[in-house]
Nanobody, 129 residues
Framework: QLQLVESGGGSVQPGGSLRLSCAAS????????IAWIRQAPGKEREGVSC????????NYADSVKGRFAISRDNAKNTVYLQMNSLKPEDTAVYYC??????????????????????WGQGTQVTVSS
């Protein structure tokens, strides 16, 4: 059974950093494109970043470009999201999600969260002074 488990969330002050991890079990992560998606209370879900199965392609929402970095360690079956210079508007539940291997799912041009069908349970990130 495909399972994703997020960790690393917490509460930080504006300007702080967090590193989220997404660990996979029951399947080999390297066969999937992976996305980080967030949802804040009362707001629509937002695709934050994605990384292709090989790691050669990444994409970021404009709201996080230059502050967040996605990476993957296929040997550890884990994807990471390094979040720096956090802002209060980054407060949300962050989910990682797996999408099929197809090349169009995650490209440098963009990605569609609807292509990612297997989600973890989420981890809360709160940025507040």
């Amino acid at each position: 059974q495909l399972q994703l488990v997020e960790s690393g969330g917490g509460s930080v002050q504006p300007g702080g950093s967090l590193r989220l991890s997404c660990a996979a079990s029951g399947f080999t992560l390297s066969y999937y494109n992976i996305a980080w998606i967030r949802q804040a209370p009362g707001k629509e879900r937002e695709g934050v970043s994605c990384i292709s199965a090989s790691g050669s392609s990444t994409n970021y929402a404009d709201s996080v470009k230059g502050r967040f970095a996605i990476s993957r360690d296929n040997a550890k079956n884990t994807v990471y999201l390094q979040m720096n210079s956090l802002k209060p508007e980054d407060t949300a539940v962050y989910y990682c999600a797996a999408g099929p291997l197809a090349a169009h799912v995650c490209t440098v041009i963009g990605f569609d969260v609807n292509d990612f069908g297997s989600w973890g349970q989420g981890t809360q990130v709160t940025v507040s002074s």
